[in-house]
């Protein structure tokens, strides 16, 4: 995996200084700049943008993980709890069966 990470970020460079550098080759040094400006400033801004998304997440498995919990302590037949919760949490219409 890190591998395919590695070789994903290589080409994205690679990509983006290729592009740099043919707009300065064109003579388009504002658009280069400024390429090179906005893509560090979103590289930088994108880990502490995604907050909101995250504390949501969170709250969704902390719920998920509640209700199995709950399911399980108060469930008779503890091999079947899992399975119940998951129909209740995204009912019988989306949950493939084998």
Known sequence: MAGTAFVGAYTTFSTWMLETQR???????????ANIVVSVALGIAAPFSDNGLRSSYERAVLEVDQLLRERQRTAGDSSRFLADSMLDLFGKSNVATA
Do not use: M, P, V
């Not at 707009?23 to 700049?33: H, S």
């Open 23 to 33: 707009l300065g080759e064109e003579r388009q040094t504002w658009a280069a700049a």
